[in-house]
C-alpha cells in the first residue's frame, strides 16, 4: 500500500469489469467496480429486469440472510448475495468508496476466493482523495457465544484477526490462523485460500436451491473418505481456517468503517461474524470513532474532537 494513503479515503483509479457464475444460483453474472467520491462508502448496485435499481451500502444494518453466505437486503428478487469475498478484497486494500453494480442477485464466485478480485482492482489502480478517513476503534471486550462457539472484539493497537475453526472431519480437524491485518500480508497469506465443502453436503444443498454453480474450479470439495477431490490439492496446507479468515475480514468490513482493534472466533461463521459486529456496533461504550491524519490522531465522541497521539491509534494497515 502506497504510504501516501495512509490515513485518507481512497477509490480506485479507474471502473473494472468480472464476469463469472454465482455459486449459489449457478447463474452467469458480471460485475463493474466503478470509482466514487469521498463519503460514498461501499455501495452495492443491482440493476433489476424491470429497468429500476436495488442499491445497498455495505453496512451492517443491511445485511439479511447468513446461512451460507452473507446477503445485502431481504427480498431475493432485489437483495445482492455472497457479497463476503469482494468485501474482503475491499477491505484488505484499504477502498473506502467504491460503486459495485451487478446485473445478478450474486457476486460472482470466480475461483472461490478473492484474489481475482485483488487482480482486478490493482489492474487499475488506488488513488487517494485526499479526505480524512474515519476507524473505529474497539476500546473495550465484547463477546458472544452460541453452544460452543464464541466470537469477540478486543483492544489492539492496529488490526489483528485470530480465528480458530473444529471439525469432525480428520482431513481439517481443529486449525487456527492469527495475524495482523494489511495489504500485503492478506494478498500473501489469505486472498487465494478457497471456499470448501463436502461432498455428502451437496445434494442436500442442490434439493434446497443452494451451490448450483459450485464446482472444482470454484471450491475445495472434500470427499466422503475425507479426502481433497481436486486434482491440484490445497493451496496452503491450511486453507480451511485461511478462508475462515477472508470470510471474517470481508464480513466485519461491513462495520462501514476500518476498525481497530482484534477480532477472535471459534467455530464461527458468517453469522456468528454479523452478531458479534452488531453487538459491538450497539454498544457505544465499546467503540470510539477516531481519525487518523498524517501527524496527529482525533477522537471524535459526541461532537468533540481532542488531539490524541498516533502511538494511541496506529492505522490498520502498513
Known sequence: MNIGLLGFQ???AAPVSLTGTGVHSGAPVGITFQPAEAGTGVLFSRNL????TAEYR????QVGATDLCTVLGLSPARSIATIEHVMAALYALGIDNIVVETDGGEMPIMDGSSYPFIEAIEQVGIVNLGIKRR???????VRIESGASWSEFRPYDGTRFEVEIDFASPLI??????GDLTAE????DLSRARTFGFMRDVERLWAAGYALGSSLENSVVISDDDTVVNIEGLRYKDEFVRHKALDAVGDLALAGAQFIGCYRSYRGGHKMNA???????????AYEVVEAPSSRTVRVRAGEFVPVTMAECTPWFA
Do not use: C, E
Request: net charge positive; proline share 8%; glycine share 8%.
Open 185 to 188: 500480508g492478506f494478498k500473501r
Open 58 to 61: 455495505a453496512v451492517s444494518a
Open 173 to 178: 480437524g481443529r486449525q487456527s490462523w492469527k
Open 275 to 285: 452478531n458479534a459486529l452488531k453487538a459491538l456496533l450497539s454498544d457505544p461504550s
Open 135 to 141: 476507524y473505529i476503534r474497539v476500546v473495550k471486550p
Open 49 to 52: 429486469p424491470d429497468g429500476t
Open 10 to 12: 481512497t477509490t480506485i
